[in-house]
């Protein structure tokens, strides 16, 4: 009995207590939350045992009553208490579950033997005080702690976002510590010829992309982005060995940060890949083969049935005798792509415009199963001795070779199902394999690749069929990831001959460019695929699929030619028309007439009479204005 006097004395000052922190005064309970962090996880963990008290007195019974008690006042020590208090009868049990029930209702029914010892006026505050702080916590119950718990998120929310700015802050201290843009008189000893440390050189130029990536924060006062991104050129130009043109090209292309990843991969030699022959054998058997004779090689992937990669051989790969045997060819795995997107099919008659050394027109061979006809041509002589000799190796028999210039041979031969045309290219895709192209191309060998790229893809769509049930394909690639070479002369195309875009139906690559500076693009040209060593692990390449719709020429304003990309250099004349294989003249298609003696003679008494030379006048004007 005395036992349980106590602890109903110490619940009741537990109870005093709490009625006493809900009537405090002070700032409130929101502003004390905000103002004291270790305030508000108390406050949270005093809500969650009112919560649980509440439950549980719901739930509970008077015998649960009692045996908690018990519990509580035995402090876990073993005894004879509980039996004890069995014997002194129900009739004290019942009294006691009585008063411990009756807490709630501020002890009215048993204050007799609940006195304090100052009377009974104290008795009567606790109970006021206990009515106050049950209505209190009902109204935190009910109104005050849903908004508790929304202010609590809040505050966790601002902590974060705290915590995450003062990450931010170190990290920005850290490359402030580590990079700081170099003085006038540095860029000067440099520009005179002093050479940095490789290392030194590398950690300038990482932080200088940490820097702009994070301008605002991490730049110098009084430093504009420009400077930094002058800096940024040259220090890779110095680190890489690049020229200030094709630096300049790459860092329009991507993100400095992808950046540094392609002229990394661009130092280190790509995986050596071959092409199996299925006009010989089936990949299984090959790798089987070639395993036995010390070969470590795998798939190419999911996107190739061809394609094998080799890691390590204690073998020549170009003396073996099945390579001697046209079993299969050493080739590039970015170069299956265009043939795959050209996808030829079985009786058709089929154009490699820049065919050599033969490895796309042996696979084009092979899809085929050495039917319809595949005319292989090549600009150079020398080279087409090695293309005739690939095709005997592989045993290809249904290909014709051929040397002529690519831009004249619509007047040669037309009426074909599908072109390729692996155009000739700077190599930027292949700095592996050709590191000297780092610094011999510049931006006039650029342009003038670019033109010729223009011309031969013209004279490739010219040199095929529209009219064709399975074709009227053109594929167009090259082995380089300059804008120039490549979207620019897709753009050219689209906009002088009445072709499309189609997909590629291959799954791998990233999509062509829409947009890079201040040119834009058709929204068709993402349906183009671009390689790269850094994503791809393969040469980079470009490839875009082209559909040819009717034979007409479509005409491009002067003002839409200034406005377009096509200020690389002089365009031909625009010709209204139709141009294709089924033309009567090839030369009037691109001049826009035949000249005949006749027409020739009145040509020249045109120019003679005054109203010609006035015209002749207008028309130079005009030309010195577009020229302009």
Request: glycine share 8%; net charge negative; hydrophobic share 30%.
């Amino acid at each position: 009995y005395n036992e349980y006097k106590s602890y109903l004395s110490s619940t009741m000052g537990r109870l005093k207590d709490r009625a006493l922190i809900g009537k405090e005064k002070g700032p409130g309970r929101k502003s004390k939350r905000q103002a004291d962090p270790v305030h508000l996880v108390e406050e949270e963990v005093k809500a969650k045992k009112r919560k649980k008290q509440k439950k549980a007195k719901k739930d509970e019974t008077p015998e649960t009553i009692v045996t908690t008690a018990v519990a509580e006042t035995s402090d876990g020590e073993e005894g004879d208490e509980p039996v004890e208090l069995e014997q002194k009868g129900l009739e004290e049990l019942n009294s006691l579950q009585e008063t411990l029930l009756s807490k709630t209702t501020g002890f009215s029914d048993n204050k007799s033997w609940l006195k304090v010892a100052d009377g009974q006026d104290d008795d009567d505050d606790l109970g006021v005080m206990d009515d106050e702080f049950a209505e209190s916590d009902q109204d935190d119950d009910d109104e005050g702690f849903g908004n508790a718990e929304e202010e609590d998120d809040n505050n966790d929310e601002v902590e974060d976002a705290e915590m995450e700015e003062d990450e931010r802050k170190e990290v920005a201290e850290k490359h402030t510590q580590r990079f700081a843009f170099p003085s006038e008189v540095d860029l000067e000893e440099e520009k005179s010829g002093k050479l940095l440390a490789p290392s030194e050189l590398l950690e300038r130029i990482r932080g200088n992309i940490a820097t702009i990536a994070n301008f605002k924060l991490l730049r110098e006062p009084g430093r504009k982005r420009k400077e930094y991104r002058a800096l940024l050129r040259s220090d890779l130009c110095q680190y890489y060995e690049y020229n200030e043109y094709l630096m300049t090209q790459l860092m329009d292309m991507f993100p400095y940060g992808e950046l540094l990843e392609l002229l990394d991969a661009q130092e280190s030699k790509r995986p050596v890949t071959i092409r199996t022959n299925s006009l010989k054998t089936r990949r299984r058997d090959l790798a089987q083969t070639l395993i036995n004779r010390g070969v470590n090689l795998d798939p190419i992937g999911k996107w190739s049935k061809v394609g094998l990669v080799v890691y390590n051989t204690s073998v020549p790969l170009g003396a073996t005798p099945e390579y001697l045997a046209g079993h299969y060819m050493l080739q590039g795995a970015s170069s299956f792509v265009p043939v795959m997107a050209l996808a030829p099919q079985q009786d058709e008659r089929v154009l490699d415009m820049c065919a050599a050394p033969g490895g796309k027109s042996a696979y084009t061979a092979a899809l085929m199963k050495n039917t319809g006809m595949l005319v292989s041509n090549d600009a150079s002589k020398e080279r087409t001795k090695a293309l005739t000799a690939n095709l005997h190796r592989l045993g290809v028999s249904n290909a014709i070779v051929c040397n002529y210039d690519g831009t004249a041979f619509p007047k040669i031969m037309g009426n074909f199902d599908r072109v390729l045309l692996d155009a000739p290219c700077s190599g930027s895709g292949v700095v592996s394999k050709d590191p000297s192209v780092k610094q011999s191309k510049d931006e006039l060998q650029i342009l003038q690749i670019s033109e010729v790229q223009k011309k031969l893809l013209l004279s490739a769509i010219d040199s095929c069929d529209h009219t064709s049930k399975s074709g009227g394909i053109v594929v167009y690639s090259t082995c380089s990831v300059l804008v120039p070479e490549n979207e620019w002369v897709v753009d050219y195309v689209l906009k002088r001959r009445d072709v499309k875009l189609v997909p590629l139906g291959v799954d791998i690559g990233k999509d062509g460019f829409t947009r890079i500076n201040k040119y834009r693009f058709p929204k068709d040209m993402a349906l183009t695929k671009r390689f790269y060593p850094h994503t791809h692990n393969m040469d980079g390449f470009y490839v875009a699929k082209i559909r040819k719709l009717s034979n007409t020429v479509k005409v491009v304003k002067e003002e839409e030619e200034e406005e377009g990309m096509d200020a690389m250099g002089d365009d031909d004349d625009d010709v209204i028309g139709e141009c294709g294989p089924d033309a009567e003249n090839s030369d009037a298609l691109m001049t826009g007439g035949s000249d005949s003696e006749e027409d020739v003679k009145k040509q020249k008494s045109k120019e003679k009479s005054p109203k010609a030379k006035s015209k002749g006048k207008g028309d130079k004007r005009k030309k010195k204005k577009r020229d302009k």
